[in-house]
């Protein structure tokens, strides 16, 4: 290789040593991203103390910012917050045996399902009891399965004693679970919805499940067209079983989750 000056130099492309269009616009649309994800926390001065006492951690969702939140301790004593980005998440069902396929398959013993906008994810915890990551955490749930349902507006979400999904499909106003063909098989609706329509007429959102079955569900209102709760928001809520049909509690202002203790 020749040492002279001319032979040895290159012509550099234009902007070359400078940040390029795209990679600018990356790297502002990741500062953005990180912006908007930043989240301020206040942490009541008991919660530690409550968590050790019944040995929890706590998981919960917001669709506003798209993050799904865990809430633990660390071992020092005090708090850990996590959290994960994610399609508009809603409803969150965490149970102990595992999806019919994990435990088929010899897999692990606990999963948590989420809907997230078009979509239902199934996640398991690929830890065994005793084992540890980073000698603190010791359950790592792990995205295994992803079932594509279309915009159903999917609320909360429970397993039932087969280990199928059961969630509630707020557009159609019923209880629904997956299909292999269709966006979601119909499960039950409320006696007074008349048809199965893309129509959110009465705001269906809530799903107790007791003994692997849906027990209660909450709606906004008992309309039966379509947008009809919501000018019912403020009293209009109700609390209903699944197996009767029957209203078992009513004046509700938008009800939400209800939960089995």
């Known amino acids: 290789m020749s040492n002279t000056s001319e032979k040895s130099q290159t012509t550099a492309p234009q902007g070359a040593g400078q940040p390029q269009p795209q990679a600018a616009q990356a790297n502002q649309a990741q500062t953005q991203a990180q912006e908007q994800n930043k989240v301020e926390y206040s942490v009541s001065g008991g919660l530690a103390r409550r968590l050790a006492q019944l040995g929890i951690s ?9 993050l799904l939140y865990f809430v633990g301790r660390n071992r020092k004593g005090g708090i850990n917050i ?24 010899g897999g692990p013993a606990a999963g948590m399902t989420l809907t997230c906008g078009y979509q239902i994810m199934r996640f398991e915890n690929v830890l065994q009891p005793g084992q540890a990551i980073n000698n603190t955490f010791d359950t790592c749930y792990v995205p295994r399965t992803v079932h594509v349902t279309g915009a159903l507006d999917a609320h909360d979400v429970g397993i039932d004693d087969n280990g199928e999904v059961i969630f509630v499909n707020t557009r159609f106003n019923c ?10 098989e119909v499960v039950w609706k409320p006696p007074f919805i008349s048809d199965i329509v893309d129509e959110d007429r009465c705001h269906l959102n809530g799903l107790a499940m007791e003994n692997g079955k849906p027990k209660y ?22 609390v209903m079983e699944v197996e009767s049909g029957e209203v078992v509690c009513e004046g509700l202002s938008m009800p939400h989750s209800p939960r089995m203790h």
Request: without cysteine; charged residues 15%; hydrophobic residues 30%.
């Open 82 to 105: 996590h959290q994960t980005q994610l399609p508009k998440p809603m409803g969150l069902s965490m149970n102990d045996r595992g999806t019919t396929a994990g435990a088929q398959s």
């Open 217 to 238: 569900v909450t709606a906004v209102s008992r309309s039966n067209t379509i947008d009809g709760w919501r000018d019912r928001r403020a009293d209009g809520g109700i």
């Open 58 to 66: 706590i998981a919960l969702t917001s669709y506003q910012s798209g």
């Open 175 to 184: 209880l629904s679970t997956t299909s292999a063909r269709h966006s979601f």
